[in-house]
T-cell receptor
Framework: SQTIHQWPATLVQPVGSPLSLECTVEGTSNPNLYWYRQAAGRGLQLLFYSVGIGQISSEVPQNLSASRPQDRQFILSSKKLLLSDSGFYLC?????????????FGNGTRLTVT | GQNIDQPTEMTATEGAIVQINCTYQTSGFNGLFWYQQHAGEAPTFLSYNVLDGLEEKGRFSSFLSRSKGYSYLLLKELQMKDSASYLCAVMDSNYQLIWGAGTKLIIKP
């Protein structure tokens, strides 16, 4: 069966510090991978998605970036965090080539920028 | 613009039935999803509707009317563990998911 791992679960970082969140998927090949952010009382905001290694689509221009160095690994990064980057970050996957499959989420990372 | 509307919060009693509505206006339609999200946790998939009608899964059912841009999630025999937020999401013509802000459901004994 497929599983998705996301870490860390919680993170407190000062403004201006770098960020690296990692997500890996097991039990499937060539998945579609996604990074979402959820602010309190708001809908899920798609940040990045990837349909293959090195293929990243950005939905929201900001100081975040994403990379997919391996087929089942997706990384969210920032060089300098802002206070507004605080939120709940979720990695998710769907089977490659399946346009209307439900998203399967990792457990999320609660990021607090101080 | 594209828009999903759901009530912000609802309260129901343990053992009762509750209906959570979702209305949408999107550029095209390729299906509607319902997710459950407990506080502090990730969303989990509940149901998918792409054709009009009712889909039943145990205590949970989801209904879709494409002509009305309307869906509801029906929860029967409510249990305390059903206290959670319920997220409605619509896939548009480009297969992009548009998310509602979610409905927080509070179950009282």
């Amino acid at each position: 069966s497929q599983t998705i791992h996301q870490w860390p679960a919680t993170l407190v970082q000062p403004v201006g510090s770098p960020l690296s969140l990692e997500c890996t998927v097991e039990g499937t090949s060539n998945p579609n991978l996604y990074w979402y952010r959820q602010a309190a009382g708001r809908g899920l905001q798609l940040l990045f998605y990837s349909v293959g290694i090195g293929q990243i689509s950005s939905e929201v221009p900001q100081n975040l970036s994403a990379s997919r160095p391996q087929d089942r690994q997706f990384i969210l990064s920032s060089k300098k965090l802002l206070l507004s980057d605080s939120g709940f970050y979720l990695c998710a996957w769907t089977p490659g080539g399946a346009d209307n499959s439900p998203l399967h989420f990792g457990n999320g990372t609660r990021l607090t920028v101080t | 613009g594209q828009n999903i509307d759901q009530p912000t919060e609802m309260t129901a009693t343990e053992g009762a039935i509750v209906q959570i509505n979702c209305t949408y206006q999107t550029s095209g339609f390729n299906g509607l999803f319902w997710y459950q999200q407990h506080a502090g946790e990730a969303p989990t998939f509940l149901s998918y509707n792409v054709l009009d009608g009712l889909e039943e899964k145990g205590r949970f059912s989801s209904f879709l009317s494409r002509s009305k841009g309307y869906s509801y999630l029906l929860l029967k025999e409510l249990q305390m563990k059903d206290s959670a937020s319920y997220l409605c999401a619509v896939m548009d013509s480009n297969y992009q998911l548009i998310w509602g802000a979610g409905t927080k459901l509070i179950i009282k004994p």
